[in-house]
């Protein structure tokens, strides 16, 4: 097997075990391309991606840009094999679709065509697909259309959330795409066209990760739980927004209207279109996370209304 040159583009958390995977491996990472540091945090504290982050540590030079198309002038004269692009959070275009010998790898976190797009992960989740993936295939000029070279799949279950279950596949898709690159190496790779439903999955928005009560149960947890941690589940009490953070389907209780608070002995319910949510952990405006219990302590000694 001959060594790549490889150039490795990412930027969150979910791109890292691919660039320490491969940067442990028998090929040579080139650059690291991400995004610019970006402001983090109450203190808007301008703060580097985690991919950079773990480039320096690895000694790897890193690039920084908003676009590709931004740095055409110092990728295209270098030589490089292939490249290896990890939710890097933009396209690539020509002329550097085609500038490595061999084009792109994407690692794509779903079960492609199912899921082509920025969420896959969390769209999955609220779907309330039983399964989801991780998908390595070659970049082409259309949305996540390219064919696939290997796959990996788990179960979402009925409690984890996108971001456990992105937590994983990050980890088990980086040795995905190490084996397909050293495949390529060997020239024993195999890509096969995409087969079956194309289903979306656009970037998600605040919107999408209001919380409405008067859908079934089910359905208000797989909402839930798709869009935990980002953007973050939310309802309206009073005229202030809590966030949630943790919530269970309490199936021996007895039916509430849609939205309605109350007190079971240590647990708090809010009433769904079938049976109840228990609110597990909890986030008011203005102060921390907290257990469910400790926000309702604070209750106003009459009804606690409803959320919206």
């Known amino acids: 097997m001959t060594a790549l040159r490889l150039v490795v583009a990412g930027s969150p958390a979910a791109a890292v075990p691919t660039l ?28 580097p991606t985690p991919v950079a982050v773990e480039a320096e540590r690895l000694g790897i030079p890193v690039l920084a840009a908003r676009r590709l198309s931004e740095l055409e002038p110092e990728l295209l004269p270098l030589s490089v094999d292939l490249g290896v692009i990890v939710a890097y959070g933009g396209l690539v275009r020509e002329p550097l679709l085609s500038w490595p010998r061999l084009g792109w790898i994407n690692l794509h976190f779903s079960l492609l065509p199912r899921w082509r797009g920025a969420a896959p992960v969390q769209h999955a989740v609220m779907a309330g697909d039983a399964e989801t993936g991780a998908t390595v295939f070659q970049l082409s000029e259309g949305l996540d259309e390219g064919d696939w070279f290997a ?25 995905l795409v190490a084996d397909v690159v050293d495949q390529l190496a060997a020239g024993t790779a195999v890509a096969r066209p995409q087969v079956g439903e194309v289903t979306l999955a656009p970037k998600l928005q605040r919107d999408d990760a209001a919380l409405r009560f008067d ?19 939310y309802c309206v009490w009073g005229e202030q927004a809590l966030k949630v953070h943790e919530a269970a389907i309490a199936r ?19 009433g769904t279109a079938t049976e109840p949510l228990e609110l597990l952990r909890v986030q008011p ?10 926000w ?8 606690p209304g409803s959320v919206t």
């Open 296 to 303: 309702a302590r604070g209750w106003p000694a009459e009804a």
């Open 252 to 270: 021996d209780a007895a039916p509430l209207p849609p939205g309605a608070l109350r007190r079971d002995g240590s647990r708090v319910l809010v």
């Open 20 to 47: 320490t995977t491969l940067a442990a491996g028998a090929h040579a990472i080139e650059r690291v391309i991400t995004r610019p540091p970006a402001p983090q945090g109450r203190k808007r504290i301008l703060t």
């Open 151 to 175: 796959r990996v799949t788990t179960p979402i279950g009925a409690h984890r959330t996108a971001g456990s279950l992105l937590d994983e596949l990050s980890r088990s898709g980086a040795q």
């Open 285 to 294: 405006a203005g102060r921390p996370s907290m257990a469910a219990a400790d």
């Open 215 to 233: 859908a079934p149960a089910e359905v208000v947890h797989a909402r839930l739980r798709g869009v935990t941690p980002e953007p973050g589940a």
